[in-house]
């Protein structure tokens, strides 16, 4: 698991519209994200700037797997 110091990320869409989601659990390939909107499993969004896709919905959000396998210090640059 990683744990950057990052708690809350901004998830954006391909259409523009951006959210604020808070980090419940996170590692290298994904991260559960608690958010109020669900995009469809299968929808390509960034990350902060990790481009992701929805890979499975739950209760409080959503769970994203990122495009590329990151590192600890490529997680702390881009989600900030």
């Known amino acids: 698991r990683a744990t950057p110091n990052v708690s809350v990320v901004t998830l954006s869409l391909p259409d523009g ?3 604020s989601g808070r980090v ?3 590692s290298l390939s ?4 608690a958010v109020e909107v669900k995009p469809p499993v299968g929808s390509p969004l960034l990350v902060g700037k ?3 896709t929805v ?3 739950f209760d409080e959000g ?3 797997e990122f495009v ?3 590192t600890a210090s490529s ?3 881009n989600l900030a």
């Open 50 to 52: 990790i481009r992701s």
């Open 17 to 19: 519209r951006q959210y």
């Open 55 to 57: 890979v499975r919905h």
């Open 68 to 70: 590329t396998l990151q």
């Open 24 to 26: 419940m659990d996170m």
């Open 62 to 64: 959503v769970a994203i």
């Open 75 to 77: 997680l702390e640059q």
């Open 30 to 33: 994904g991260a559960a994200l």
